[in-house]
């Protein structure tokens, strides 16, 4: 199996296009079992905070695509990770026609703003609320058909892990795991037992309760929702696993995701990080951190032992208004984070057998994990 991240514009739009394994690594058609993820779509036009004067930025490079009609293929969901204009660019969404057959999954905040557009059906759109391991329908599934009566589903998991008390509601992360359809599975204990019985489709919801995030309505013929009632992970094959903090969050905060889910599907260690390399913070008065950058990524990198970084929300934007006056910013190189990432591990002792790999990527340029 594999992942295929492509970035659409040179700040934090990338579409993740998941594949099983005898899917040919070069092919314009969408195999059983594929799954494609857009996330954060920003594709041209200003954004501004509370109002230009205050708060105004703009791409300072083309983007891929100038609109989302441009894409070769509808993703299957879009994932809106914030509510901030970069995050949820109202011009970029709304060139979707309104009949629209994507699903949106959007944090509480996103999703409030996206239905004060009134533009999208209510079936639409999809709360993603906050990861707690204690707390139900919490993390959004998806079920891959399986190939045949005799082979198990597959499964796509997305999570928003947020951050205590942040009331900035920036340093949050979206987890996603992809496991392709017709595997094995074992229990939690380790033994194999055959796939679980998943229930019929609910109705859709048309107005989901801000507390709980349900399965995603079936919008292809090969794909249905799925509530799993007892973890699983693959028999032999890891899940893809993929975490997309592009403002960063700290380790203490990813921890109950890590313990509770990933670990619990056989997700680790981690495939790919998206994260910023560069950090940013305002006075407190104005937020305080707002980008953790290459020091919390080497952190998070670290603890979950990501075998790809790659780095996100790093563009130069052309940036104008009075709230930028006061941003302090430090840029690092891919170099500079490679040695920091070494030199963690040679002050922890421990020596892992590969190294994080950390990439950016240029507008439009494509790269592919394989599983």
């Known amino acids: 199996m594999s992942l295929t991240v492509e970035k659409l514009n040179d700040d934090t739009t990338f579409l993740f296009s998941f594949a099983p394994s005898f899917a040919p690594k070069s092919t314009t058609r969408k195999m059983p079992g594929a799954f494609t993820i857009l996330i954060d779509p920003w594709l041209g036009g200003e954004t501004s905070i509370l109002h230009p004067v205050f708060q105004l930025a703009s791409h300072t490079s083309e983007c891929a695509i100038r609109s989302l009609a441009e894409l070769k293929d509808h993703p299957d969901v879009i994932i809106i990770s914030q509510e901030k204009p970069d995050h949820c660019h109202r011009e970029t969404l709304c060139s979707l026609p309104k009949t629209t057959r994507i699903r949106i999954l959007a944090t509480p905040a996103a999703a409030k703003t996206i239905r004060s557009w009134k533009h999208f059906h209510p079936e639409t759109l999809h709360v993603m609320a906050p990861y707690y391991p204690d707390k139900p329908g919490v993390v959004t599934r998806v079920r891959l058909e399986p190939y045949t009566s005799s082979s198990s589903a597959g499964e796509i998991t997305i999570a928003n892990i947020v951050t205590k008390y942040d009331m900035t509601r920036l340093h949050n992360a979206i987890g996603i795991t992809y496991r392709p359809p017709g595997s094995l599975l074992s229990a939690v204990g ?86 910023c390399l560069n950090s940013e913070e305002n006075p407190l008065f104005l937020g305080g951190l707002v980008a953790r950058g290459a020091p919390g990524g080497v952190e998070v990198a670290a603890g979950v032992g990501a075998r790809y970084w790659v780095g996100a929300h790093d563009e130069a934007k052309a940036l104008s208004g009075v709230a930028t006056r006061w941003i302090r910013s430090r840029r690092y190189s891919a170099e500079e984070v490679r040695g920091m990432l070494w030199e963690r591990e040679s002050v922890g002792g421990v020596k892992r057998r590969e190294a994080t790999e950390v990439r950016l990527l240029g507008v439009g340029e494509r790269m592919r994990i394989d599983g």
Do not use: D, M
């Not at 109705?203 to 794909?223: A, D, G, K």
């Not at 993929?242 to 700290?250: A, D, K, N, Q, R």
């Open 190 to 275: 380790g033994e194999t037992r055959p796939p679980p019985q998943f229930p019929r489709p609910p109705r859709p919801l048309s107005t989901p309760h801000p507390r709980t995030t349900h399965p995603i309505p079936p919008h292809h013929h090969h794909r249905a929702p799925c509530n799993p009632s007892l973890p699983a992970r693959r028999h032999k094959e890891q899940p893809l696993s993929v975490l997309y903090t592009p403002h960063g969050l700290s380790l203490p905060a990813l921890q109950p995701y890590l313990t509770h889910h990933l670990h619990r599907i056989g997700a680790l260690p981690l495939t790919a990080l998206f994260h």
